[in-house]
C-alpha cells in the first residue's frame, strides 16, 4: 500500500504503449541513482493525449512529438518544455511458425500486402503512415476491406498471435517481446515509417522541477543502451 508521503513525492506520467517497456527500465534504473519515485501509466496513444488534454493531473506525457506538440499548443504542456527521447521504426510480424513473405524491398512489401488474407495496424502514428502508404501504391481500396486496426491500447501482435491478423505492422519495441508471433524485419528502408517518441511536462504538474530533472534523464546517453535493447534508437 502506497502511503500519503510517497504519494506527495512520486512523480506521476502518462505514455503510449509503444515506450512501455523502455520506459518502465529507465523508471528503475533512474529511483536506483536518484531516489525518485516515478509512476507511468501507458496506455494507448490516442487516450494519453486526451487524457492530458482534459487536465488530468500527471506531471509528465511521453507521446509522438507530434502529439506532444498540439498538447503545447493547446496549453497542456508547459511551452519550450519538449525533450526528444527515442526514435522507433515499424516491423512487421507473423504468427509463430507462419512463413513468412518477402519484405526486402518497396515492391516486395507491397506484394506481400496484396497477398495477405489480412493487415493488422494500430491506431498511431504508424497506421497512419500505412494508410497513406497503400494510397500511394493505389491498393488502399483493394485492401481496404482486409484492414484490421487495433483498438487503441490493444498490441498489433496480440491479433496476429490469436489469428485474426496475417501480416501485422507496429513500433518494433510493441513487437519484439510478445509470444505466439514472428518478427520478419523492419519495413524496408525505402519506406520505413520513423517515429520520433518525446516527453513534456504538463501543465496540471506541481512538481515541474522535478519532472524536468527526470525528463533530463530520459534524454541522456545513459540511457542510450536501453533504448537500443528495447528496439528504439536515441533521438
Given at each position: 500500500m502506497v502511503?500519503?508521503?510517497?504519494?506527495?513525492?512520486?512523480l506521476t506520467g502518462i505514455s503510449s504503449m509503444a515506450t512501455r517497456a523502455v520506459l518502465a527500465e529507465l523508471v528503475q534504473k533512474y529511483e536506483r541513482q536518484a531516489g525518485q519515485p516515478v509512476v507511468i501509466k501507458s496506455v494507448g496513444g490516442v487516450?494519453?493525449?486526451r487524457?492530458?488534454?482534459?487536465?488530468?493531473?500527471?506531471?509528465?506525457?511521453?507521446l509522438a512529438a507530434d502529439a506532444i506538440d498540439r498538447l503545447e499548443a493547446a496549453g497542456r504542456v508547459v511551452s519550450g518544455s519538449r525533450v526528444d527521447i527515442a526514435r522507433s521504426g515499424v516491423a512487421i510480424a507473423v504468427a509463430?511458425?507462419?512463413?513468412?513473405?518477402?519484405?526486402?524491398?518497396?515492391?516486395?512489401?507491397?506484394?506481400?500486402?496484396?497477398?495477405a488474407r489480412n493487415v493488422g495496424y494500430s491506431t498511431g502514428p504508424s497506421g497512419s503512415h500505412l494508410s497513406r502508404l497503400f494510397e500511394r501504391w493505389g491498393i488502399a481500396d483493394v485492401v481496404a476491406p482486409r484492414i484490421v486496426q487495433a483498438p487503441p491500447g490493444v498490441p498489433v501482435g496480440a491479433l496476429i498471435a490469436?489469428?485474426?491478423?496475417?501480416l501485422g505492422f507496429q513500433q518494433l519495441s510493441e513487437l519484439m517481446h510478445l509470444p505466439g508471433i514472428d518478427v520478419v524485419g523492419p519495413v524496408p528502408a525505402e519506406v520505413q515509417i520513423v517515429t520520433v517518441f518525446s516527453a513534456g511536462i504538463c501543465q496540471a504538474s506541481g512538481k515541474k522541477e522535478v519532472a524536468m530533472a527526470f525528463l533530463s534523464f530520459l534524454a541522456s546517453s545513459q540511457c542510450d543502451a536501453a533504448k537500443l535493447g528495447q528496439g528504439m534508437e536515441p533521438a
Open positions: 502511503d500519503d508521503q510517497t504519494m506527495s513525492k512520486q487516450d494519453a493525449a487524457r492530458v488534454e482534459s487536465g488530468e493531473p500527471f506531471d509528465f506525457v511521453v509463430a511458425g507462419a512463413p513468412p513473405p518477402d519484405i526486402g524491398t518497396e515492391a516486395a512489401l507491397r506484394d506481400a500486402v496484396l497477398a490469436r489469428g485474426d491478423v496475417e
